[in-house]
């Protein structure tokens, strides 16, 4: 399992070849790679600031990682999360999934971004021609993270 | 003495990252949030109703009746918006 923030970019073709070097178990990889998105009404948006808690961040997305490999029969996985300043159209998180089957690899994937987005300790401000304003959690990220409670 | 941390927002609000503290006499994390409140101002704006306030002890998530001490890392910050 490989959990990194770093300030970095990132490569996916060479996480996932990184995931599945010298295995022969696994037969799919799901990957989810998050975008800075301007959802300003005036495409304002100028960067986007990612906090994070140093320690306890990667703590809580090891944590996440586990969870992910009791539920489901996954091979492997990584998460990358970026922090610092990043502009629109930058990545900002990959997730990817190793396992035997799609259906592992498809569901273990959501269940870590959706988990990632409501316990992981990452803030994002957004810098706008404006000013500056701290993001708001969603309700519809604590949904998509609940329903994985009801799934069993 | 406990490490405290304040991130994001609330650390922009209280104009404070950390600081070290005697919680020798404090013995939860509700009392420790009730004492930082009474030092007034925006630390009771930002702790005595603190809806939405999330808090750990030694990096795992804690509620207000976690036990606290000396030696503890305990930290403050508003709900989490990664990914």
Redesign the interface.
């Known amino acids: 399992m490989k959990i990194a923030v770093q300030t970095e970019d990132f490569d996916l073709s060479r996480e996932t070849r990184r995931l599945c070097a010298g295995r022969k178990d696994v037969g799919a990889t799901v990957s989810f790679t998050?975008l800075v998105r301007d959802m300003s009404a005036d495409a304002s948006l100028l960067a986007l600031e990612?906090?994070?808690?140093p320690?306890?961040t990667e703590?809580?997305l090891g944590d996440i990682g586990n969870e992910a490999r009791q539920r489901w029969d996954i091979s492997d996985l990584t998460i990358i999360?970026r922090v610092g300043r990043l502009q629109p159209g930058d990545n900002?998180?990959l997730v990817i999934t190793a396992s035997a089957h799609r259906r592992e690899a498809f569901e273990a994937c959501e269940f870590l971004?959706d988990y990632?987005?409501?316990?992981?300790?990452?803030?994002?401000?957004e810098i706008t021609r404006d000013g500056e304003s701290?993001?708001?959690?969603?309700h519809s990220?604590a949904d998509a993270a609940e329903r994985w409670q009801h799934n069993d | 003495m406990a490490r405290i941390l304040y991130f994001a927002s609330l650390r922009e609000q209280l104009d404070c990252a950390s600081e070290t503290l005697d919680v020798a006499n404090i013995e939860t994390l509700g009392a420790l949030k009730q004492s930082l409140a009474e030092r007034g101002g925006a630390w009771q704006a930002a702790f005595s109703s603190p809806v939405g306030l999330l808090s750990s002890v030694n990096q795992q998530m804690a509620t207000d009746a976690a036990a606290i001490a000396n030696q503890d890392e305990i930290a403050f910050f508003p709900p989490v918006t990664g990914g």
Request: aromatic content about 14%; proline content about 3%.
């Open positions: 998050g990612l906090e994070h808690y320690g306890m703590k809580a999360h900002i998180v971004m990632l987005k409501t316990r992981a300790p990452f803030w994002k401000k701290w993001v708001a959690s969603r990220d």
